[in-house]
């Protein structure tokens, strides 16, 4: 078990050594620099608890790319979802939401947290837009897959994959259920709302279009006799997941700090740790066993992306998120044990 996480120790280590580093040069306080180190190890938990779905849908993905690419998601895609998704994306925010320039957004984190905060936060409704429908789709089309025969919760599950056989009906659920969520905001912010969520949609279709054609392309060298180790598709694919799941515990953060550097490194460190719980999980083949499992964080994706539209409206304690996802997750793997305990009593 700890060869999986050693890297993930190690980069924990080093993260809590510069934000005690970055706490004492700040503020030259024993107690401020305590109290930095405890939202930095709040945040990783946070991110953790918030990410295990992700981590299992990712090792479903990964179970089934070359061992070539899998390297590249586990070190390659670390460098995207600590810098490009901790530090980057706010930014990103702060410049197009401001009008301003990469470095005077970074000053602004620097100097004004304050107001840094609200222009991240502002910028919520299209975020949960985009990040929400994203996320839905992702768990929809699990489900939604008229070759699926296994099923957990049977009642839901069969019915959904026999309506698959509706060409886009999992697309015309979700955009009743954004529009449906539109009619409680202002005019205003329910455009801005349906909009980022029908480019949530489209940058799922774009994802999954590109994927397709790799496979295609591969397929046609296969033919030719060529050999063929691609992952490309799944990379993107994993990376543009990632940055969905992302989204929530981002916005989330600010409700315990509106530091930048506390923030870029209590979400780093749980980035990390869900990267290593994805190694464990493919090379463990623990999907294989627990049959449910991968059902359970499906429907965990399906309740974060329905928490994220909600969140236009409602505020939704991460606690709560976590809560639900850790809950579904739980349930499926118990469901799981058991139905190997009968499996195996039936075979003696």
């Known amino acids: 078990m700890l060869r999986f996480y050693r ?21 030259g306080s024993i107690e401020a620099t305590a109290q930095i180190l405890w939202i930095v190890a709040v945040l990783s938990i946070l991110e953790v608890s918030l990410s295990f779905d992700n981590a299992v849908v990712n090792a479903s993905v990964l179970e089934e790319m070359d061992e070539i690419w899998q390297r590249r998601f586990l070190t390659w895609g670390i460098a995207f979802a600590v810098f490009g998704m901790r530090v980057v994306f706010p ?7 401001a009008g301003i320039g990469p470095l005077d957004a970074l000053h602004l984190s ?4 304050d107001e840094y905060e609200r222009i991240v936060s502002s910028a919520h409704i299209g975020i949960a837009g985009f990040g929400g429908a994203f996320l839905a789709m992702v768990g929809l089309e699990f489900f939604f897959d008229a070759d ?7 009642i839901i599950e069969e019915r959904l994959s026999r309506i698959s056989a509706v060409k886009s009906a999992e697309i015309g659920l979700l955009l009743l259920a954004m529009w449906g969520v539109s009619t409680l905001l202002d005019p205003a912010d329910a455009l801005t709302f349906l909009i980022s969520g029908i480019l949530g949609i489209v940058a799922f279709i774009g994802v999954d279009a590109i994927n397709t054609w790799l496979e295609l392309r ?5 033919l030719a006799g060529a050999v063929v180790r691609s992952g490309l598709g799944g990379f993107l694919y994993l990376n543009v997941l990632d940055a969905s799941f992302s989204f929530d515990g981002v916005i989330g953060a600010f409700a315990l700090s509106n530091n930048m550097i506390v923030i870029a490194l209590g979400l780093s460190i749980g980035a990390f740790f869900v990267r290593s719980m994805t190694l464990m999980l493919v090379q463990k083949g623990t999907l294989a066993e627990y049959e449910f499992l991968e059902h359970g964080a499906f ?5 974060l992306g329905a928490i994220m539209l909600l969140s236009a409206r409602f505020h939704i304690p991460e606690t709560v998120t976590g809560l639900i996802g850790a809950t579904l997750i739980g349930i499926s793997l118990w469901w799981s ?12």
């Open 91 to 97: 930014l990103a925010v702060v410049a197009i939401a």
């Open 148 to 154: 699926k025969e296994v099923h957990w919760i049977a």
């Open 337 to 348: 044990i058991r139905a190997n305990r009968r499996a195996d009593a039936a075979a003696r």
């Open 299 to 303: 429907w965990a994706i399906i309740a």
């Open 110 to 113: 620097l100097n004004q947290p």
């Open 7 to 27: 890297g993930s120790i190690i980069f924990t280590l080093v993260c809590l050594a510069l934000a005690s580093w970055y706490g004492w040069a700040s503020t």
């Open 218 to 222: 591969d397929e046609q060298r296969k």
